[in-house]
């Protein structure tokens, strides 16, 4: 049995992070941190937990005193907050879990491009790993900074991994055309996420600027081995939960007639043959098959005629796009199974 903290457990993704941990069966949660509701019992803000779950938040100046309690510390804070706690942590041999974007980006410039935040300690940054456990096994198993990836971020890269790998497709032009529920944009009030804004709409939005670019580029680039132009369009779908990525991709001249669907669903299924949480499927992925669920569901369309693969990627964006990829590191991390407490299956409806 481990012990956990965890820093921002009244956000969106902080929380369904604590309803994770607290099923697991190798986990105690010591400890769970607000900003703004420190001292309040964490019933009393999700009522949900009431009579199950009953916690104190601590502030985050408590969070220092508490660190020697625990093993691993999970972080879900918003951009640029992260540093100076996972110093500490180290600094008291406690494993850190980021949820968020402080070191997601291997070069400190393209970081401070993106998010306006400087890297105070880029060495925490460079011994970080990109915590996609379907890539990055091996490394989350041996480091002390896990930084998750962002959930958009999730289902673009694991839905193209293997023909990048494979150097199946061109690198002149990748689109990826994204759509996620709202809860992606985390709980604090903003006036073009309230109901009657995004209720019975549909848009897109931070397009050609949106900070999963680099990242999902970084990690394109190093399965391709090339330079990537990358076209990221997100948008906001009126839904809580869930993004579905649709991903357009040119396949290289020289493999164009070889190629056939059925042997890009037999790399695909190769490639992901001993991946518990990806389901490499012949119809195509539907957010309700993985709402709820820490499963990534992959499908794939091939135009011999004029080369084009098309494919689809589905994910809950606060499951496998945050708390339940975090959970996976974990159980790597401290040799767990890595499906530990993540067994759950979408509800469908
Ligand atoms: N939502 C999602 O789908 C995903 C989110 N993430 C990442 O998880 C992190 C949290 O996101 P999310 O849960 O959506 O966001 P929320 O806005 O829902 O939650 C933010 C959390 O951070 C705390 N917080 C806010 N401001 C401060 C501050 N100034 N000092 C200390 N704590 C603060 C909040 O505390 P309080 O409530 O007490 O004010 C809350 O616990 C982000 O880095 C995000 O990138 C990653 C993948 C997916
Ligand atoms: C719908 C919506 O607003 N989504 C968020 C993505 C949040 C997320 O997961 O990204 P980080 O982990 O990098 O914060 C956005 O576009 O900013």
Redesign the pocket.
């Known amino acids: 049995m481990i012990k956990a903290g965890i ?8 929380q369904q992070l604590l309803w994770i941990l607290n099923n697991h069966k190798e986990v105690k949660v010591e400890f769970i941190s ?5 001292g309040e019992n964490i019933g009393n803000i999700y009522k949900n937990y009431k009579k199950y779950f009953e916690k104190k ?1 601590i502030s ?1 100046e408590e969070i220092k005193e508490n660190l020697d309690k625990i093993d691993v510390l999970f972080l ?4 640029g ?1 992260s540093e100076k706690i996972t110093k500490s942590a180290l600094e008291n041999n406690v494993k850190v879990i980021d ?3 402080d070191f997601r980006l291997d070069d400190s410039e393209i970081y401070e491009k993106w998010y306006k935040v400087k890297h105070n300690y880029p060495e925490i940054n460079k011994n970080a790993v990109y915590g996609l456990p379907e890539l990055y096994k091996e490394k989350i198993k041996n480091t002390k900074v896990v930084a ?1 990836p ?2 958009y971020p999730t289902s673009a890269i694991l839905g193209v991994a293997p023909l990048l790998k494979n150097g199946l497709v061109d690198t002149k032009k990748i689109v990826v055309d994204s759509k996620s529920g709202v ?6 009030a903003k006036l073009d996420l309230i109901y009657a804004e995004v209720n019975e709409n549909f848009k897109a939005y931070n397009v050609l600027k949106h900070r999963h670019t680099p990242e999902i580029k970084q990690e394109m680039d190093k399965l391709a081995n090339g330079n990537i132009n990358l076209v990221f369009t997100p948008h906001l779908l009126p839904i809580n939960r869930g993004i579905l990525s649709t991903i357009y991709l040119d396949v290289k001249d020289e493999f164009k007639e070889s190629l056939t669907e059925e042997k890009i669903y037999e790399i695909y299924n190769e490639f992901y043959k001993n991946e518990y949480f990806v389901r490499v499927t012949e119809n195509l992925p539907e957010i309700k098959n993985v709402k709820n669920s820490n499963i990534c569901e992959i499908g794939v369309r091939y135009d011999k005629e004029f080369g084009n693969i098309v494919v689809v990627s589905a994910i809950d ?2 499951i496998k ?2 708390g339940g990829q975090a959970v996976q590191s974990m159980n790597i991390l401290f040799g767990f199974e890595e499906n530990e407490g993540l067994e759950f299956l979408s509800m469908y409806l």
């Open positions: 820093v921002g457990a009244t956000g969106y993704a902080g607000s900003h703004s509701f420190a938040l985050l879900a804070l918003p951009h907050m949820l968020g974007a998750s962002g959930c809860s992606g944009a985390g709980r604090s964006n606060l796009g945050a």
